[in-house]
């Protein structure tokens, strides 16, 4: 059973410039979150997709973009690119059912990490 | 506003036991949970705690005090294995998930 995987693994932009990153949310998890990861430091909640429609947002401005499709899966835009926003991106899925009633365990992927240069 | 405290970094022995505490502040509180991971790797879910207690799963316990919104996450019988960041992380009342700044912990032989 495949879990959450994430694409690209690794990639380099250029101040200004535009990126997309990409989540497979785990078999049978229907809500996709997005966290920011910067060296040292613990995930920081971007935003969360559930039935393609953006439910929660973090602290984070309008550069930041989602989009959940159909079958579930997930990308993240970045726009305008600044050097503080490299760092590793994580997508998470969980089962919405089982957050509301109990644990919200998250399913992590292991990351694009991009870096803004 | 919300945060959550806990040590940046912590050091012990193999076959050890060593506890990392949490503290946190949010906005309602629906549970306190614990990510472990290794550098490089994705956070991986350890336990929750909803209710006032200590929850064990193998080496690993957790307790949570709402009263004292402060949790701690132990691990016993330390292996090499287990040097890692762990993370305390607080649902909050709009159900996202909240994350501390992570504890690195540095199992030495």
């Known amino acids: 059973d495949a879990g959450v995987t994430q694409s690209p693994t690794h990639l380099i932009k250029t101040r200004g410039q535009q990126v997309t990153l990409r989540c497979s949310p785990k078999s049978g998890h229907d809500t996709v979150s997005w966290y920011q990861q910067a060296l040292g430091q613990g995930p920081q909640f971007i935003f969360q997709?559930?039935?393609?429609?953006?439910?929660q947002r973090g602290n984070f401005p309008d550069r930041f973009s989602g989009h959940q499709f159909p079958n579930y899966s997930s990308e993240l835009n970045v726009n305008a690119l600044l050097l503080g926003d490299s760092a590793l991106y994580l997508c998470a899925s969980s089962l919405l059912g089982q957050s509301l009633s109990g644990a919200n365990v998250l399913t992590f992927g292991a990351g694009s990490r991009l870096t803004v240069l | 506003g919300q945060s959550l405290e806990q040590p940046s970094e912590v050091t012990a022995v193999e076959g050890a036991i060593v506890q990392i505490n949490c503290t946190y502040q949010t906005s309602g509180f629906y549970g306190l949970s614990w990510y472990q991971q290794h550098d490089g790797g994705a956070p991986t879910f350890l336990s929750y705690?909803?209710?006032?207690g200590l929850e064990e799963t193998g080496r690993f316990s957790s307790f949570l005090s709402r009263s004292d919104s402060y949790g701690y996450l132990l691990l016993q019988e330390l292996q090499m294995k287990d040097s890692a960041s762990y993370f305390c992380?607080?649902?909050?009342?709009?159900?996202?998930?909240?994350f501390g700044s992570g504890t690195r912990l540095l199992v030495r032989p």
């Open positions: 705690n909803a209710l006032d």
């Open positions: 992380a607080v649902r909050d009342s709009s159900y996202k998930l909240i």
């Open positions: 997709y559930y039935e393609e429609e953006e439910r």
